[in-house]
């Protein structure tokens, strides 16, 4: 069972805590999600993840694909470098970027918007991954060093 009941009203908050849900189910490693409303207006949040080899990210990828066209959350479009270093969904208001570790390093682009906040992530059951939803305050991005 989904935690939201109602695709057709999903919050860009809502959906990207979906779309945690989802790469969470696919291992991906690292995940982070840059709140930007008060930074762009063109996307409400980032969500950023890193899988350990290209075909890991590329299980993130396709996989997330899918389960988003299975609960209904529309994609916009979706990009691929072919090479499975960058790999890149974007629903609207939320955009899901998925690196190879060091392209996330190489790229870093949690740092490009230093002012952002970052979401302070649900934690999962471990049984069944799902998120626990009581947990989701905002916090501060810590500077660049």
Known sequence: MNIFHSRKHLTSRQKALEL?????????????ILDLRKILHFYDYFIICSGITTRHTRAIYEGTAKLSRQNRIDIHHREDDSSGRWLLIDYFDVVLHIFIEEARSFYNIERLWPEAKQIKLPKTDRKSTRLNSSHTD???MPSSA
């Open 138 to 140: 905002i916090t501060r």
């Open 20 to 32: 945690l849900d989802f790469i969470r189910q696919k291992k991906a490693q690292v995940p982070v």
